[in-house]
């Protein structure tokens, strides 16, 4: 792939056909891709049963009096947590907006959605220095030098420019849908039986 073909700042689009259960369904923001290997987050796959809040409690960052602190307003501490993808599971990623920028340690993918991998981004959410918006995910999904670009030319996935409302606004399973919208596809029309183009 050239330069002009790399797809940072793109959502990648799972296609029913994908045949890897870690990715039924999945929508996947480009945060790195090269000659050398991709990189994304997977965006619409929420952790059941935990919350930012719980997250920041275990990890001894917000208090438990702290819970209803005017530093993490309310609609912050319920944000879901995702699983980002299967690579370093145990690892933070936080996507957010370019307003937050953290010298040698934040990813300007496009000039305005960045990647953050350190604890410094959750200490500045919990005292109110964080991005406008945000969202965290454990893993990431990753692949080697021509493993994405294999899955592209045997359909598993569609591709589209990110779209910041479904990054950010949308709630999650709604994201997958309206990816497929934005490229002029009914979702109800996917199946698995699709097939080259």
Avoid at 168 to 191: H, M, N, T, V, W
Wanted: proline share 7%.
């Amino acid at each position: 792939m050239d330069g002009q073909d790399y797809l940072n700042a793109h959502f990648l689009i799972a296609m029913p056909a994908i045949g890897d259960p870690r990715f039924e369904r999945t929508l996947i923001y480009m945060c790195a891709h090269t000659d050398e290997g991709a990189m994304g987050i997977v965006v619409n796959k929420p952790i059941e049963d935990m919350m930012l809040g719980d997250l920041l409690h275990r990890l001894g960052l917000l208090p438990p009096e702290e819970t209803n602190s005017i530093h993490l307003p309310h609609e912050v501490y319920r944000q879901p947590v995702f699983t980002g993808g299967p690579v370093e599971p145990g690892r933070g990623f936080v996507l957010h907006t370019i307003d937050y920028l953290l010298e040698d340690g934040t990813l300007d993918v496009d000039g305005r959605v960045g990647l953050t991998a350190s604890l410094d981004i959750l200490h500045d959410l919990v005292r109110g220095r964080g991005p406008a918006r945000m969202l965290l995910a454990l893993g990431y999904a990753g692949w080697a030098a021509g493993q994405l670009e294999a899955e592209l030319a045997d359909n598993a996935w569609l591709t589209c420019p990110a779209d910041m409302e479904i990054l950010f606004d949308l709630p999650p399973e709604e994201r997958y849908a309206a990816a497929l919208r934005k490229i002029g596809i009914d979702p109800g029309s996917l199946s698995a039986a699709s097939g080259h183009a």
